[in-house]
């Protein structure tokens, strides 16, 4: 079983249209991230959250919102989906000092 | 602009030879680096990593070396097999911060 599980794996939408995307987690790390990645760039930070109480923006914020439901759980939306938001998401997780472990990823395109 | 990036965005190499896959970074205060592999459809896979004390750190088939004065990494792979075929990203950290930055990646091809 993957230790870093994402749902959907695939999704295509509509313009205008609310989407969540779901992370959950079993390796018992507290750190959980949210990053974008686009053809010929790295991963870009959207959202990263320390702890349950804890929530803070990445570099490219704009336009995403995440919840983190429990310390396994952390779920990423786009309130209003634009075609620039067309891209590969991945949640990471990572314990202090340590690498971060990725799932494998949502393809996400926006009509 | 990027702090870290990849010298080439992409590299073929005959199955058996060894390969290296070089990156630059530009952030001084950087001390902990990151190799990342991403195979096609999946999310990149930890490789190897190396803190700014060392210089170099051997895995399996895997070594990285890090140049602290000219700023540059490198992950040379021996032997290299068709299962390396990959996506590598190089990726950098000061320590315990949140902020893991990467490079656009190298794109490896093992020929037959």
């Known amino acids: 079983d993957a230790d870093v599980t994402q749902t959907p794996r695939n999704r295509i939408t509509k313009t205008g249209k609310r989407i969540m995307l779901e992370c959950s987690q079993t390796?018992?790390?507290?750190?959980m991230y949210w990053y974008r990645q686009d053809p010929g760039l790295g991963l870009r930070l959207i959202y990263y959250s320390f702890d349950v109480k804890d929530i803070n923006k990445g570099e490219i914020s704009d336009g995403y919102s995440v919840s983190r439901q429990a310390q396994a759980k952390f779920s990423l939306s786009l309130e209003s989906a634009i075609p620039n938001q067309t891209a590969l998401y991945f949640c990471?997780?990572?314990?202090?000092?340590?690498?971060?472990?990725f799932g494998d990823g949502t393809r996400l395109s926006i009509l | 602009g990027e702090s870290v990036g990849l010298h080439l965005p992409t590299l073929s190499v005959q199955e058996g030879d060894n390969s290296i896959i070089n990156c630059a970074y530009s952030?001084?205060?950087?001390?902990?680096f990151i190799w990342y592999k991403q195979e096609s459809g999946k999310g990149p896979q930890f490789i190897i990593d190396i803190r700014s004390n060392m210089d170099k750190r051997q895995g399996q088939r895997v070594t990285v070396l890090l140049n602290k004065t000219v700023k540059h990494l490198s992950l040379q792979i021996a032997a290299t097999q068709p299962g390396d075929s990959a996506v590598y990203f190089c990726?950098?950290?000061?320590?315990?911060?949140?902020?893991?930055?990467f490079g656009a990646g190298t794109t490896v091809t093992v020929r037959a």
């Open positions: 990471a997780t990572s314990a202090p000092s340590q690498p971060q472990h």
């Open positions: 990726a950098e950290n000061i320590l315990n911060d949140y902020k893991l930055s």
């Open positions: 952030n001084s205060a950087s001390d902990y």
């Open positions: 390796k018992g790390h507290d750190r």
